[in-house]
C-alpha cells in the first residue's frame, strides 16, 4: 500500500491551497492513503432518504429513514450481508409506532445475538432507532433504541368552549386565545346539544363527543388546529350523555362514563386521527356528571361524579388508556363539575354541585402522579355545569355554568392557582364542553 501527499497548487503563483473546498472532486484510487487529511465533513455519515409510508421497505447501509406508520405498520428487511460498522438509521416520523409499528426482519443475520427466527417490533411512539453491525455473532444491534420527547412539551395554546344549553340548546362556540381571551360566539357546526364532553387529540385537535338534544346521541364533531368544528360524524359507541372526557399517551384521547337510560362506566378510545373505537367495558363505578383531565404529561384521570349519590372517587387512565378500578375520592363529592390541566404535568378538578344541589367553586389539584388533594376554598361564582380547557400551553380556564345563566371565567395560573371571576364574553349558558387546541 502506498502514501499519497496530495497538495492543490495555485497555478498562476505557485501558492499551496487547501484541498478539499467546496466543490472539489477528488478521486482517489483503491488501497491510496491520504495523510495528514483533515476533517471532511460528511465522510462515512448517514445519507438520508426520503420518507418511507409503505408497509414494506428493505434498507441499505449508511442510510437513515423517517418512517410515517399514520396508516398501516411497516415491516423493515435489513440486508442479507453487512460488513462490521455498518450502521442504518430509522425514526418514527410522525410519532404513530404506538399506533402501528414497525417490524424488523434482519434477513438471515442476528440481530442483538439472536438467529432471525424471532420477531423483532418497536411500538413507541417517537422513537429513535439506530443499528449497527458488530459481528456474525451478535449481528445488528441497536446502539441507540428509545423515545424522542415531544419538543415542545406543551403544545396546544388555545382552547375552545363548544355546545350546552342556554334559552335553548347551543351549538356555538367561543375560541380561547393563548392569553386565556375568550373570544365572542361563532356560529356552531352541528347538532345543538348538551351534555357533551370533550378532549385533545393528535397532538394539537381536539374533539367533542356525546351529550344529548332530548335523546342521547353518539355523534362527534373534531376540531382542526386551527380552532374549525366538523360537521357531525355519525358516532361509534352507545350514545349517553353527561360523559367525561381527555387525553392519554401525548396524542389519543378517551371518553368515558355517562348516563344512557342507565348509568355506565363503559369507555371510547380516540385515536390520534381521531378516531373514535367502539365500547370498552367500563371499569369502576358507572355514574354521569364526572369530569377528567390530564396529568403526568400523558395519563388522565376521571372524578367524582353522581348517581343518585354524589362520588368522590377517581379512575386513573394510563398511557396506554387502560382505565382502573376506583380510587376512594379525597375532598367532598361532588358532580356537575369541570377539569383541565395547568402546569404541564398537573390537573384541577373544580365547581360543581354537592349532594342535594348546593353549588360550589371549590377545586381539588390533582399532582403528576395522581394523586387528587383536599378541598380548596374556590374562587369566583359558584355554579354548576361549566366546562374548562387549557390555554397558554400550561394554564387553564373554566368557564360558563349555571345556578342562572353565566358566561363568566376564571382562569387557572400554571401553579393552581384560580383567580377571580372574569366577565364572559360570548351566550351564557351551563352543560357544555371545552377542549384545547393549537
Request: glycine share 16%; hydrophobic share 35%; charged share 15%.
Amino acid at each position: 500500500m502506498s502514501t499519497l501527499n496530495v497538495d492543490k497548487v495555485d497555478p498562476s503563483t505557485g501558492t499551496d491551497l487547501e484541498l478539499g473546498t467546496s466543490g472539489d472532486t477528488i478521486n482517489i484510487p483503491s488501497g491510496v492513503t491520504i495523510a495528514n487529511a483533515g476533517t471532511a465533513t460528511g465522510f462515512g455519515g448517514i445519507s438520508w432518504q426520503s420518507v418511507v409510508t409503505g408497509s414494506t421497505m428493505t434498507a441499505v447501509a449508511g442510510e437513515g429513514y423517517p418512517i410515517d406508520t399514520s396508516s398501516n405498520t411497516c415491516t423493515i428487511t435489513l440486508p442479507a450481508s453487512a460488513s462490521v460498522g455498518d450502521t442504518i438509521v430509522f425514526a418514527d416520523y410522525a410519532r404513530n409506532w404506538g399506533t402501528n409499528k414497525i417490524i424488523i426482519d434482519s434477513n438471515g443475520l442476528n440481530y442483538q445475538g439472536d438467529a432471525d427466527t424471532y420477531t423483532v417490533e418497536y411500538s413507541t411512539d417517537g422513537t429513535a432507532l439506530r443499528v449497527v453491525y458488530m459481528d456474525a455473532t451478535k449481528g445488528w444491534v441497536p446502539t441507540v433504541d428509545g423515545a424522542v420527547a415531544d419538543v415542545p412539551s406543551y403544545a396546544n395554546t388555545e382552547g375552545i368552549f363548544g355546545y350546552g344549553v342556554h334559552s335553548g340548546l347551543a351549538s356555538m362556540t367561543n375560541k380561547v386565545s393563548n392569553a386565556g381571551a375568550v373570544a365572542a360566539d361563532v356560529t356552531g357546526v352541528g347538532t345543538a346539544r348538551y351534555s357533551p364532553a370533550a378532549c385533545e387529540y393528535g397532538d394539537d385537535k381536539g374533539i367533542f363527543g356525546y351529550g344529548t338534544d332530548g335523546s342521547a346521541v353518539s355523534m362527534t364533531n373534531t376540531v382542526s388546529n386551527a380552532g374549525v368544528v366538523a360537521s357531525d360524524t355519525t358516532g361509534v359507541g352507545t350514545a349517553r350523555s353527561s360523559p367525561a372526557a381527555c387525553s392519554y399517551g401525548t396524542d389519543k384521547g378517551i371518553f368515558g362514563f355517562g348516563y344512557s337510560d342507565a348509568n355506565v362506566s363503559l369507555t371510547n378510545l380516540v385515536s390520534n386521527a381521531g378516531v373514535v373505537a367502539t365500547d370498552t367495558t367500563g371499569i369502576g363505578t358507572a355514574r354521569y356528571g364526572l369530569a377528567a383531565c390530564e396529568y403526568g404529561g400523558d395519563k388522565g384521570i376521571f372524578g367524582f361524579g353522581s348517581t343518585a349519590t354524589a362520588f368522590s372517587l377517581t379512575n386513573l387512565v394510563s398511557n396506554a388508556g387502560v382505565v382502573a378500578t376506583d380510587t376512594t375520592g379525597i375532598g367532598t363529592a361532588a358532580y356537575g363539575l369541570a377539569a383541565c390541566s395547568y402546569g404541564g404535568d398537573k390537573g384541577i378538578f373544580g365547581f360543581g354541585s354537592f349532594q342535594g344541589g348546593t353549588r360550589t367553586a371549590k377545586t381539588n389539584l390533582v399532582s403528576n402522579s395522581g394523586v387528587v388533594s383536599t378541598d380548596v376554598t374556590g374562587v369566583g361564582t359558584v355554579r354548576g355545569g361549566p366546562a374548562a380547557c387549557e390555554y397558554g400551553g400550561d394554564k387553564g380556564i373554566f368557564g360558563y355554568g349555571e345556578s342562572s345563566y353565566y358566561s363568566m371565567t376564571n382562569k387557572v395560573s400554571n401553579a393552581g392557582v384560580v383567580a377571580t371571576d372574569t366577565t364572559g364574553v360570548g351566550t351564557a349558558r351551563y352543560s357544555l364542553a371545552a377542549c384545547s387546541f393549537n
